[in-house]
């Protein structure tokens, strides 16, 4: 059989398909140098465009995984929109844009200008004659009752009581600062605080910002000589915790220090129990300066 025949023979229909599926496969066997350069420029563009996007080699993936979410993300969007809305937005956009290309005539506007109209007399001129006159007898009894004066009255003064309250009040929070102890802790010089030579001490009902972040008595704080380290310590167990443990009691803090920004540093208390320490002891903060 010649070999040689078999080029110029011509087939169709599925021998032609299969023929053409085999040539596509056998592919990299007959020419594997233009296949391996094919695949390798294929690679480079594929790694070159994260890079042009400001990405490292090691954020290639996470990347195009992003890119693919995308896509995901907006096939179900259009999935789930009815037919019926989406026939309605290009009708929608096409109005907009009829009404910002349209032509607006100035219209004319009539200023009418009313005339003054003439007061009407309020009494006709042949009844001015008419009006009766005061007499003078009247004019006597109206003199005597302007110069009656009025009698004075002495209103007794209320004595001031909101002076009294706040007095009061301070005189109790004063009673508390004196009757509580000061609280033990370290002077750290690396921590770049500024020290306070009178410890400020307040009362209230906190509200929990984060595992060392507190609201107390309309001052912003951080819970001294502790740090929840976000990449050691689960933040929401810790807040968790720090939320049981206050549970809505009234604490008291005492303010030892603040940073540069000035935001203050206290040791808190409840029930004389430090607060900070119980952080510690719990195994969700690092004890620093306590």
Same mark, same amino acid.
């Given at each position: 059989?010649?070999f040689?025949?078999?080029?110029?023979?011509?087939?169709?229909?599925?021998?032609?398909?299969?023929?053409?599926?085999?040539?596509?496969?056998?592919?990299?066997?007959?020419?594997?140098?233009?296949?391996?350069?094919?695949?390798?420029?294929?690679?480079?563009?594929?790694?070159?465009?994260?890079l042009?996007?400001?990405?490292?080699?090691?954020?290639?993936?996470?990347?195009?995984?992003?890119?693919?979410?995308?896509?995901?993300?907006?096939?179900?969007?259009?999935?789930?929109?009815?037919?019926?809305?989406?026939?309605?937005?290009?009708?929608?956009?096409?109005?907009?844009?009829?009404?910002?290309?349209?032509?607006?005539?100035?219209?004319?506007?009539?200023?009418?200008?009313?005339?003054?109209?003439?007061e009407p007399?309020?009494?006709?001129?042949?009844?001015?004659?008419?009006?009766?006159?005061?007499?003078?007898?009247?004019l006597?009894?109206?003199?005597?009752?302007?110069?009656?004066?009025?009698?004075?009255?002495?209103?007794?003064?209320?004595?001031?009581?909101?002076?009294?309250?706040?007095?009061?009040?301070?005189?109790?929070?004063?009673?508390?600062?004196?009757?509580?102890?000061?609280?033990?802790? &370290?002077?750290?010089e690396?921590?770049?605080?500024k020290?306070?030579?009178?410890p400020?001490?307040?009362f209230?009902?906190?509200?929990?910002?984060?595992?060392?972040?507190?609201?107390?008595?309309d001052?912003?704080?951080?819970?001294?000589?502790?740090?929840?380290?976000?990449y050691?310590?689960?933040?929401?167990?810790?807040?968790?915790?720090?939320?049981?443990?206050?549970?809505?009691?009234?604490i008291?803090?005492?303010?030892?220090?603040?940073?540069?920004?000035?935001?203050?540093?206290?040791?808190?208390?409840?029930?004389? &129990?430090?607060?900070?320490?119980?952080?510690?002891?719990?195994?969700?903060?690092?004890?620093?300066?306590?």
């Open positions: 059989m010649d040689g025949s078999l080029r110029d023979l011509k087939l169709k229909g599925f021998a032609k398909f299969l023929h053409q599926c085999f040539m596509f496969v056998s592919y990299p066997l007959r020419h594997p140098l233009k296949f391996f350069l094919g695949l390798l420029l294929i690679v480079a563009v594929l790694v070159v465009l994260p042009l996007d400001g990405k490292d080699f090691s954020q290639i993936p996470s990347w195009y995984a992003a890119k693919w979410n995308k896509t995901l993300k907006q096939e179900t969007v259009l999935k789930e929109t009815p037919i019926a809305e989406a026939k309605q937005k290009p009708q929608k956009f096409a109005k907009q844009i009829t009404l910002k290309h349209a032509k607006v005539e100035p219209q004319k506007v009539e200023v009418k200008i009313k005339e003054p109209e003439e007399q309020k009494y006709a001129v042949w009844n001015i004659q008419k009006v009766p006159s005061i007499k003078p007898e009247r006597e009894e109206f003199e005597e009752l302007e110069e009656v004066k009025e009698p004075d009255l002495q209103v007794e003064k209320i004595p001031v009581v909101q002076e009294e309250i706040i007095e009061q009040e301070k005189e109790i929070i004063e009673q508390k600062t004196e009757s509580v102890p000061q609280v033990a802790y &370290r002077k750290v690396n921590l770049k605080l020290y306070m030579d009178n400020q001490i307040i209230g009902t906190p509200i929990i910002y984060g595992p060392n972040e507190l609201y107390v008595a001052t912003y704080l951080y819970l001294y000589g502790i740090y929840t380290d976000p050691k310590y689960n933040i929401k167990k810790a807040t968790a915790y720090l939320n049981e443990l206050i549970s809505g009691a009234e008291e803090c005492h303010i030892v220090a603040k940073t540069l920004d000035d935001i203050a540093t206290a040791v808190c208390l409840k029930n004389g &129990r430090s607060i900070n320490q119980n952080l510690v002891d719990a195994g969700l903060a690092d004890n620093v300066a306590l």
